[in-house]
């Protein structure tokens, strides 16, 4: 049967200038938020927003390089970019580079990146192939819920146990599963294997960190989620300064750039908190601003989904808009305290060019070209 023809597909304007503000926003609120660190730290308040900048010309470049290319082409590569993340994450604990603590980082010709974030898409492209190839089979427990669960199970072990990274563990298995439901695996699959599994692996990451020192921090996360002033100068002081950030900011904020928190008190707020700094500084209006935005792109990329002419198309767009839109509401839990802290950045806001790049890449593909006439 003729592939469908993709090239001249109907460009998704309100989804690209969604996409368009959430970036402008982002680098704005990196320069508010990040210019007091990259003071005390370089002498220039610049240092931070300059770099990520760079990196998103760089990915409006990519966006435009790549925005001829047909998204079927990539179902060819499938499998090597599910060998390959695995190579690449095993590399990590061996090779990779260290900050803050953590190790999860690759420098290559003096490029330094987070693989990670390159797993995230070719796992999605990996499922959508893997899914649709065996769409016959979702149905049976064996052959069409476990068989594809387990082809995450090297992946999460890397990286929840060898890199540390359950947060991206967590986003990754939540993102195939809803590609699995969506591809037609059964809901009781997921509440009853899926819940006992989910257990079990909990059982064993708390097991890990009780009896070793491996993730013990994370009990202590827990914790300090549960009653955060019982540590308020140690594990529970971000979440504190979170919440004065985001209190102090009202309905209308205290005015872009006019941020006290962020002086040091937030650690490193152009991170995985910049939201707090934008809630003290845009307040509640500049809140439900960036909320909507990210609702409509989680409406639009559903439509392309629906809208695909078939099956992988469908299953990218929904993978992708998963990864984001999960990632947008754990992020933002995170600050407000609603649950424990994942490490989670916020999409197109967050200070990161490997994370930028590929977010920029992913979405123009299937702004453009997952739809039909």
Same mark, same amino acid.
């Given at each position: 049967?003729?592939?469908?023809?993709?090239?001249?597909?109907?460009?998704? !304007?309100?989804?690209?200038?969604?996409?368009?503000i959430l970036?402008?926003?982002?680098?704005?609120?990196?320069?508010?938020?990040?210019?007091?660190?990259? *003071?005390?730290?370089?002498?220039?308040?610049?240092?931070?927003?300059?770099?990520?900048?760079?990196?998103?010309?760089?990915?409006?470049?990519?966006?435009?390089?790549?925005?001829?290319?047909?998204?079927?082409d990539?179902?060819?590569?499938?499998?090597?970019?599910?060998?390959? @993340?695995?190579?690449v994450?095993?590399?990590?604990?061996? *090779?990779?580079?260290?900050?803050?603590?953590?190790?999860?980082? *690759?420098?290559?010709?003096?490029?330094?990146?987070?693989?990670?974030?390159?797993a995230?898409?070719?796992?999605?492209?990996?499922?959508?192939?893997? *899914?649709?190839k065996?769409?016959e089979?979702?149905?049976?427990?064996?052959?069409?819920?476990?068989?594809?669960f387990?082809?995450?199970?090297?992946?999460?072990?890397?990286?929840?146990v060898?890199?540390?990274?359950? @947060?991206?563990?967590?986003?990754?298995?939540?993102?195939?599963?809803?590609?699995?439901?969506?591809?037609?695996?059964?809901?009781?699959?997921?509440?009853?294997?899926g819940?006992?599994?989910?257990?079990?692996?909990?059982?064993?990451?708390?097991?890990?960190?009780?009896?070793?020192?491996?993730?013990?921090?994370?009990?202590?996360?827990?914790?300090?989620?549960?009653?955060?002033?019982?540590?308020?100068?140690?594990?529970?002081?971000?979440?504190?300064?979170?919440?004065?950030?985001?209190?102090?900011?009202?309905?209308?904020?205290?005015?872009?750039?006019?941020?006290?928190?962020?002086?040091?008190?937030?650690?490193?707020p152009?991170?995985?908190?910049?939201?707090?700094?934008?809630?003290?500084?845009?307040?509640?209006?500049?809140?439900?601003?960036?909320?909507?935005?990210?609702?409509?792109?989680?409406?639009?990329?559903?439509?392309?989904?629906m809208?695909?002419?078939?099956?992988?198309?469908?299953?990218?767009?929904?993978?992708?808009t998963?990864?984001?839109?999960?990632?947008?509401?754990?992020?933002?839990?995170?600050?407000?305290?609603?649950?424990?802290?994942?490490?989670?950045?916020?999409p197109? !806001?967050?200070?990161g060019?490997?994370?930028?790049?590929?977010?920029?890449?992913?979405v123009?593909?299937?702004?453009?070209?997952?739809?039909?006439?």
């Amino acid at each position: 049967m003729a592939r469908p023809q993709t090239n001249k597909k109907p460009f998704d !304007f309100i989804l690209f200038i969604t996409v368009l503000i959430l970036l402008a926003m982002g680098i704005i609120m990196v320069l508010s938020a990040s210019s007091p660190t990259a *003071l005390a730290e370089s002498g220039n308040s610049y240092a931070y927003v300059s770099r990520q900048a760079v990196f998103a010309v760089l990915g409006i470049g990519c966006m435009i390089f790549i925005s001829n290319l047909d998204y079927h082409d990539y179902e060819k590569f499938a499998r090597i970019a599910y060998i390959g @993340s695995i190579i690449v994450l095993a590399l990590v604990p061996l *090779l990779g580079s260290s900050a803050k603590g953590a190790t999860r980082w *690759l420098e290559i010709g003096g490029i330094r990146f987070q693989p990670s974030e390159v797993a995230k898409i070719a796992l999605i492209i990996f499922y959508a192939s893997w *899914l649709t190839k065996n769409k016959e089979h979702l149905k049976d427990l064996k052959q069409g819920f476990i068989k594809s669960f387990v082809y995450i199970v090297p992946i999460a072990i890397i990286l929840a146990v060898f890199q540390d990274h359950l @947060s991206v563990t967590i986003i990754i298995i939540a993102v195939v599963a809803i590609m699995m439901l969506m591809a037609g695996c059964k809901m009781k699959h997921f509440l009853t294997i899926g819940t006992l599994g989910g257990i079990v692996g909990a059982g064993g990451l708390f097991a890990l960190a009780k009896f070793t020192e491996k993730g013990a921090y994370r009990i202590s996360r827990i914790t300090t989620f549960i009653n955060p002033w019982s540590d308020k100068t140690g594990e529970g002081w971000q979440i504190i300064q979170s919440l004065y950030a985001i209190g102090s900011g009202g309905i209308f904020g205290v005015g872009l750039g006019e941020s006290k928190q962020k002086y040091l008190y937030i650690p490193e707020p152009h991170n995985d908190f910049i939201f707090s700094v934008l809630a003290e500084e845009l307040g509640f209006i500049g809140c439900a601003v960036v909320i909507i935005l990210f609702a409509i792109f989680i409406w639009r990329g559903l439509l392309i989904a629906m809208k695909a002419p078939d099956m992988f198309g469908s299953l990218v767009a929904v993978g992708i808009t998963s990864l984001i839109g999960l990632q947008a509401i754990m992020n933002i839990a995170v600050v407000t305290s609603s649950m424990p802290n994942t490490g989670i950045p916020l999409p197109f !806001f967050s200070y990161g060019g490997t994370s930028l790049v590929i977010l920029l890449c992913s979405v123009r593909h299937f702004i453009k070209h997952i739809q039909k006439m």
